[in-house]
């Protein structure tokens, strides 16, 4: 998978994930939870996933992006997966929402991007809805956008993301590493005080519980006190919201994508995508009351595509009992408590609109606290 910069009147520029050095926690020695990863520790990792991402860097003022995840890489319209979305705080834009909530399924690729371009984002997937091929006839698409502000670091009354950028993100999406950090809708976030972005990180079940894959991406802007494997981090480095020296705005939003292969049907996925608010407070998130925290959660088993124009009245499914579940409720609480931290690892200090500027958590610093209260070994490995 490839990240784009967009330099104003320029075209977009390819900057290829695989020299992305992931320095990561994992990859430091910290394996967060008891499930292992799938092979890239990323939502691409459930067969089928695509990711692309649109990054805009304008002068000294625009930093911003969209980030696009498409559940496959066929006709969504006409082949819907099973959904579900879960509000953890309401204070926020995600588009499209109310219909998966009462139809449970996807039936468009899912944009990320800032609270003003939610409009501009649902434009552009309408347009690419009814421009795929067997969808002459359509004429209402279900657009699915979410959003987190970025205002603080982004020029963002100038509304810099066109309907060409959300498009570029679609078009290019692909399976494999996903970048991470401040790229694509990340481009201009903070998270935690420090420079919060795009996360991914997936888990997969052993084969005694079913071998299933579940992924999460994240875009992270939100507040509260930062925790990694327990340990009140940001406690420690006396950087935290509400403390007697930082009274700050902790207002924000997180976007929250979880996939999974898993036979699971809409009320399942519901389900699923609760545990995954689980894993936000796992990392210290207060879910504030400016903070629109949303949790969207699909299947991509086949076998669970609902076409949309079916011959059959009674359609048959095999699905997981309820009992089957819980190991994929575990893994989705790890795999965003993971996600939400690479997010941060993995973001570099960005300066934008009226000379602002966020730091990128002091990672040498934190992993020092990690040895200390012997989270990790005395060097690293």
């Not at 992270?220 to 340990?231: C, E, M, S």
Request: glycine share 10%.
């Amino acid at each position: 998978m490839r990240s784009y910069i967009c330099f104003w009147g320029m075209v977009l520029l390819p900057l290829t994930v695989f020299s992305q050095q992931r320095d990561i926690l994992r990859n430091r020695g910290l394996a967060l939870g008891v499930l292992k990863p799938g092979k890239e520790n990323a939502i691409t990792d459930v067969n089928g996933v695509l990711v692309g991402q649109t990054t805009l860097l304008k002068a000294d003022s625009v930093r911003t992006g969209v980030t696009a995840i498409l559940p496959h890489g066929g006709n969504i319209f006409q082949q819907k997966v099973p959904a579900a979305i879960y509000v953890g705080n309401g204070f926020g834009k995600l588009a499209g929402s109310t219909q998966v909530m009462e139809l449970g399924n996807l039936e468009t690729p899912i944009i990320l991007t800032n609270t003003l371009a939610v409009p501009t984002a649902m434009n552009a997937v309408i347009k690419y809805s009814l421009l795929q091929k067997g969808n002459e006839n359509v004429q209402s698409v279900n657009a699915v956008v979410g959003e987190t502000n970025d205002g603080y670091l982004n020029a963002i009354r100038s509304q810099p993301v066109s309907e060409a950028d959300v498009l570029a993100a679609i078009q290019r999406a692909s399976a494999g590493p996903v970048a991470e950090g401040s790229v694509g809708a990340g481009t201009g976030t903070s998270c935690f005080g420090f420079k919060g972005g795009i996360g991914t990180a997936s888990r997969k079940l052993p084969v005694s519980l079913g071998g299933y894959t579940v992924g999460v991406l994240v875009q992270t802007n939100f507040g509260g006190v930062l925790q990694i494997d327990g340990l009140p981090v940001g406690k420690l480095l006396k950087q935290f919201d509400y403390s007697n020296k930082i009274l700050q705005d902790v207002d924000g939003s997180c976007m929250v994508v979880v996939a999974t292969d898993a036979p699971i049907d809409s009320r399942n996925l519901a389900r699923l995508a609760k545990r995954a608010f689980m894993g936000l407070a796992r990392t210290g998130g207060i879910a504030s009351n400016g903070s629109g925290d949303y949790v969207i959660a699909f299947s991509t088993a086949e076998q669970l595509r609902i076409p949309h124009q079916s011959e059959s009245l009674l359609p048959v499914q095999s699905l997981l009992s309820n009992d089957a579940v819980s190991p994929l409720f575990m893994a989705a609480i790890e795999a965003t408590e993971e996600a939400i931290l690479n997010s941060l690892f993995m973001a570099t200090t960005v300066k934008g609109a009226k000379a602002h500027e966020v730091k990128a958590l002091p990672k040498e610093q934190v992993l020092n606290l990690l040895r200390q209260y012997n989270r990790l070994p005395a060097a690293d490995k």
